[in-house]
């Protein structure tokens, strides 16, 4: 009888342990799925909340180039490069600003987006916008600064070929590269040949990073 009852309460006790064990197995997936859902939930608002803002710099990135375009690109001569070099200079400044604040943006942004799937309709199409937009807000900001630098090599090649005394003028700084952010081999933002700004170029905001209203 003894040896009965001691095991009876030794498949009692590996039931109970089973059980625990089991329970435990549930609450830890549980936990991780309520965790993983909150995460989840949490960069879905990151990107939702983070748009208007996004939208709202790229804009304001859009205005400065406009600007640029009118005042620095529009009838540009050799005598309107050198009196005005020091304005123009700023401009570029304040649209190489802007740039950086939108580039802080996405830099926040970019783990919630890139190979990002979101169970929401309206994150994944925001992060498109967002990861679109920056795309070619960098490199229509590249292909600016180019397009001006040439202008200033070609104005300083003028003055050496005809032995002015004149100063030369100093190109823009640029320490970044065209950037392919989805990977499909094209680099939205880019001119071919880097030819200075027309009226296309100007025209066209949406392949300047002019986001969508949502």
């Known amino acids: 009888m003894e040896v009965e009852h001691r095991s009876k309460r030794l498949a009692i006790m590996i039931l109970i342990g089973f059980l625990l064990i089991v329970i435990g197995i549930i609450s830890y997936v549980v936990i991780n799925y309520n965790d993983d859902q909150a995460e989840v939930k949490k960069r879905m608002e990151a990107v939702i909340n983070s748009y208007d803002t996004f939208k709202s710099d790229i804009d304001n990135f859009n205005s400065i180039r406009n600007t640029i375009y009118d005042e620095v690109m529009q009838d540009m001569y050799y005598q309107t490069l050198k009196d005005n070099d020091i304005h123009f200079k700023d401009l570029f400044s304040n649209y190489k600003k802007s740039l950086e604040i939108i580039d802080k943006e996405y830099n ?33 900001y590249i292909s600016d600064v180019k397009s001006y630098n040439n202008n200033i090599n070609s104005y300083n090649k003028w003055l050496a070929d005809n032995n002015s005394g004149d100063p030369k003028l100093e190109e823009i700084k640029l ?28 025209s066209s905001d949406v392949e300047n990073g002019d986001l969508p209203d949502e």
């Open 108 to 140: 926040e942004l970019k783990d919630k987006c890139i190979n990002v799937l979101h169970p929401n309709a309206d994150a994944n199409n925001k992060c498109e916008a967002i990861i679109v937009g920056y795309e070619e807000v960098v490199n229509t």
């Open 175 to 202: 320490d970044r590269d065209y950037i392919d952010v989805n990977g499909d081999r094209e680099y939205n933002g880019k001119r071919q040949g880097e030819a200075e700004l027309d009226d296309s170029s100007n």
